[in-house]
């Protein structure tokens, strides 16, 4: 089998194997995504009853088909799927991303074992089975059950296609997202290290975000991660870490699991950063896309919101960031502007009273004065205040000056939706929770320190 | 000094001394949010220039009003405040809430001295200052700088108004929002244990959530609230752990802070329960204020997203929940309806497939068992699935039973907004993420515990 999966991402023909008549059914659905998601190579439906799907012809199987043919997207019924496989591999097709589920993670290890022999017997790579699909937005190409995501610098693996769902929906908060997307699902030939080794060499993806249930071998995934440590940010959700949690596992993706600590410590030795949620996950990867040559750990609060502002400070101090009060030099720069309400003592706390100058001005003394090394910008919006000034101020503030990753956590919803969206479109990436920047901020020092290593 | 507070919330007429003329100030907002909650009561607004505010006559002075008024929200500079209390005090105000800034918070501990001084010898209660106002829906007055706040059995005291304004946000997401809402400030007088106890004592209030920076006698606290462990659900985030969080905490409202573990020895004592973040405060009043009666430690699982279940599981282990698997009686009952895909070891993995039959049934059956003391239902849409069919299969089991709480956490954002309205319009309390939900799951434990004790 080859063992390059490059043609997986960026396909010129993709036939879809089980695809249904009926909207609302999966393998309806797959097509209609395919279709509206813009794929400009060729898109053959399969399915024996021949006929038309939203104007695409059908063909009854795939040796119908007479075409040459990339990828094949398979969500027949799993005793059918093996024999499909071998179907693909005498057409000539090159992989399978098999969403069809029951095999190993119900049990059935013996269908599993079948898939393999016919796919290695007959040169085909697989995805899954029991994936919920791939995408690749820099190809327009959404081979996946869920719902569309925005563009983006950052890559997602994850052996959980719902954990896709959710960040995807995260993104669609904002404006930035994904480049890649691959669930492995029961990874019985392509598994979560192949496809990190491919986004590692990926010039489009910034970062790699990866929420991974069971590694089939984690001392061959650390032979060959670890020699990429810090070369690009790698960030891990791990998902099974206690009892009940191992047992979902198993049961989710068909595999024994290890020890939480195994993973922990295989992680630290590949230089993943890991985090204990979905949305620090997503924030992590997204900030860290961004900002991938900051370095240090010294964090200035500028906040227009004291308890906020406090929470945050906190949840830095717990992470091991530290939150340093400014000079006095840097105090008296401030407080010439600043009237004495303010407190400059690290938080800033600009007061509810803030609007587009006095943070323009507090961000641009703190972001030339060398004393932080990120500032994390939080803005709780009073019912008399417009965030939009507080947003303008740090999108013209990197027009000037650009020394220092600037974090905005604007809180919360639709009071603040516009001012995120405005943010993302000029490139600054937002947290969408204090919890989630403050980890964004460690990982940027993890990255950062990482990186001083290796060079 | 009377030794009442309840007046605060319930006034018959209020003046507000500071009201401006102009659109974006404080003065004029506040008048604003008073008019446009509904506040039925008689409305003053107060500045020496005199004229019209919103259709309202403007009066020179308190003195000028002539008319019994009960409460006055001061919003003039600092320096004047003193006196103006004196004034209210004469004309027989029975209390103030300063929002006006500009005391201990910045240093001026003396004019903080003055201003308490007055309110001794003229018979004033004094809210703040540096308050950020106080909310009653019940009474429709809203005499608070923050945005609207939809009503609801959560009542919160916070030493930040920006904590409040980030949980009335949260609130607008949903459906189920605050009763009361107290933002001490400086607590130069009222303090949070007076507010709490008069929390713990008013019906309307189903739960509380304290936000904490500092508290003026850790003490004589644990002495008086001790006595009503485990009578009302009491949530609090403590705002100042470590050393920068420390000193910005004194910054923000002019008190000494002390080591947090005093607070959280503190919290324990008095069957306080302790969260790490602003949306964890939130959801857990607002879930326990609804099923104060739980009890019990096993929570199963219900998702139609392995992934995502697995992290849940992941956070209830953490967190010392039990998450066991269902006997072999309850799984033979639920494999009568549910598929050889569906996984029944807890979490109840529904797959993507699910509708609204598998999660009614599977709820129903899980309801009745008698195995678990909470459902953890989560629901991760994939493109092809409408989450209103969970959300209606939640809310028609509550028709038909509703023996143990069943805890909704769709996500995320605008793809299950609907969904969150539907449940909470049903008094079905819903958590935004999945830590949220583990938190609040936590809480119920804890409290069933506490009255345990208590009874």
Known sequence: MSSNIDFFFEPESVAIVGASHKPGKIGFELVRSILECGFSGEIFPVNPKGGEILGLKVYKSISDTSSKIDV?????????VPNIVKECGLHGIKGCI???AGFSEIGNRKLEKLLLENAKRYDV???GPNSAGIINTSANFHACLEFRVPKGP???ISQSGAVGGVMFAMARAGVIGFNKFVSCGNSCDVNEMDVLKYLLRDEETKSIAIYVETLHSGRSFLESIRKFKGLKPIIALKGGKFSAGLRAAASHTGSLASPYAVYSAVFKQCGIFEVPSIGSLFSSAKISAYHSSSNGERVVVVTNSGGPGVVATDM???LGLSVPEPSERLKEKLSA???SICSLRNPIDLTAMAGYDWYFNTLKELSSSMEYDYILSI?????FMDPMDAAKAIVDLYDVYSEIPVIPCFLYGSMVMKSIKYLEKHNIPCAYSIMDAVYSLKALSYFGRLRGERS
Not at 72 to 80: L, M
Not at 379 to 383: E, I, N, R, Y
């Open 72 to 80: 094949a997207v398979i969500v027949t019924p799993s005793k059918t």
């Open 154 to 156: 950052v890559s997602l």
């Open 316 to 318: 830095c101090e717990s």
């Open 379 to 383: 803005c709780v919006p009073p019912s």
């Open 98 to 100: 098999i969403i069809s």
């Open 125 to 127: 790579r697989i995805i």
């Open 337 to 339: 502007f600043l009237p």
